[in-house]
């Protein structure tokens, strides 16, 4: 194990205090709240914007998707879901998002369908960086370009969840589990087998209990799994207080890295931890 260098915080006692990113908290300086890696994926998001737009009055306007005589009856319950009010639901979304940021800028943007002003905020990325809200609309953004996409169910950003384990004439599947970007379902590609998303990665998650990772990120992936609710000012609380240790240091980045082991380790020390453990062995 590598000694803990102490390479966090820092007391600059002079100029502007320092910010740090807001979605990977990266200590940053001069006022920016998103920091140059997190900036470039909101930038790619702006960008495509448009596309996705296209795509999603397109599948908004097939008003006979999704009705439920299609095809006929009898066969495989096709499960087609009213796609086009999902599509115009997730599209308003859409609008509504980029619409209230822009509306939060100091300069006065121009009026317009998404594609117009996702055009114009790339313009305004400078100042965008600078503001308090700058992660979350990033994350907004992320999430509503993911529904509409899935809604359209093109070039969805997906992930693996791992493999099937559903049974088809005891046998195992052996499909893949996807699932979109934050989304809560997982579906198996090969039977259709759904699953809570939540679920698959408490489960792989416990079988990365040994990974290496960024303590916010680890914070993040145990808490949305459902293992334990880590609070990421909590847990840097135990690093401070010797009671979790880094693994080791990222040579790029130099922070510290850990893994969820370690944290579910310090986190069952807490009288929270320790109040849970009792209540799930009961
Ligand atoms: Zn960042
Ligand atoms: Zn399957």
Redesign the pocket.
């Known amino acids: 194990m590598h000694a803990s260098q102490v390479i966090t915080g820092g007391s600059h006692s002079t100029g502007s205090p320092g910010t740090e990113c807001g979605n990977c908290e990266a200590p940053l300086h001069d006022g920016f709240t998103l920091c140059h890696q997190c900036t470039t994926p909101l930038e790619e998001d702006l960008r495509a914007v448009a596309g996705v737009w296209e795509d999603i009055m397109v599948s908004g306007s097939r008003l006979d998707v999704g009705a439920p005589s299609v095809g006929g009856s009898g066969g495989h319950a096709g499960s087609r879901e009213p796609a086009n009010l999902d599509a115009l639901d997730k599209a308003q979304t859409l609008r509504v998002i980029l619409g209230g940021w822009k509306s939060q800028l100091p300069t006065v943007g121009p009026f317009g369908e998404p594609p117009v002003i996702a055009k114009w905020l790339l313009t305004q990325i400078p100042f965008i960086r600078k503001m308090e809200w700058a992660a979350t609309l990033k994350e907004e953004l992320r999430e509503a370009l993911n529904d509409c996409r899935y809604a359209t169910d093109r070039s969805a950003e997906r992930v693996s969840l791992g493999e ?1 384990w ?1 049974e ?1 004439g005891g046998l195992p ?3 893949t ?1 996807m699932s979109i970007v934050g989304g809560k379902i997982a579906k ?6 759904t699953d809570g998303s939540r679920e698959r990665q408490r489960w792989l998650i416990s079988e990365a209990w040994h990974v290496q990772a960024f303590l916010p990120d680890i914070a993040r992936w145990l808490t949305t799994s459902g293992h334990a609710r880590i609070d990421i000012k909590k847990a840097r609380n135990w690093v401070n207080a010797g009671k979790l240790e880094p693994d080791a240091c990222d040579v790029d980045t130099r922070r510290e890295l850990y893994t969820p082991a370690a944290v579910i380790a310090a986190y069952r020390e807490t009288p929270t931890g320790r109040r849970e453990q009792l209540a799930n062995a009961a």
């Not at 198996?188 to 087998?193: K, Q, S």
């Open positions: 099937c559903n088809i599947c052996g499909g589990m198996c590609r090969l039977c259709g087998a």
